[in-house]
Nanobody
Framework: QVQLVESGGGSVQDGGSLRLSCAAS????????MAWFRQAPGKEREGVAADDSTGSTSYPDSVKGRFTIAQDNAKNTLYLQMNSLKPEDTAMYYCAAGDRWAPRGWLLLQQAYNYWGQGTQVTVSS
């Protein structure tokens, strides 16, 4: 049984940094894609960082240059380093893993992922 558990969320000031962690059990890294998504109240869930298991990463323009996805295969842990945070980054952040085939272009789409964590809240105040 796959379990993803996020941690590291919290409240920070505009311009601050946070590092989110996602501990995975029952899932082997490098066998599928991993990603971080976020969902703000009243908005759709959106992908903010993804790794396709070959080391190729993808980010939307809204976070490019500020967010970095990384994984520690020995610890089976996924990270999201978030710098220069803005109030619009406020959301619930979710870790996701996918081990079913999906088009490369789906890397930041929810459809490409079949395992999800419960989320960790990030709040950025101005």
């Amino acid at each position: 049984q796959v379990q993803l558990v996020e941690s590291g969320g919290g409240s920070v000031q505009d311009g601050g940094s946070l590092r989110l962690s996602c501990a995975a059990s029952g899932y082997t890294f490098n066998t599928g894609r991993m990603a971080w998504f976020r969902q703000a109240p009243g908005k759709e869930r959106e992908g903010v960082a993804a790794d396709d298991s070959t080391g190729s990463t993808s980010y939307p323009d809204s976070v490019k240059g500020r967010f970095t996805i990384a994984q520690d295969n020995a610890k089976n842990t996924l990270y999201l380093q978030m710098n220069s945070l803005k109030p619009e980054d406020t959301a619930m952040y979710y870790c996701a893993a996918g081990d079913r085939w999906a088009p490369r272009g789906w890397l930041l789409l929810q459809q490409a992922y079949n395992y999800w964590g419960q989320g960790t809240q990030v709040t950025v105040s101005s």
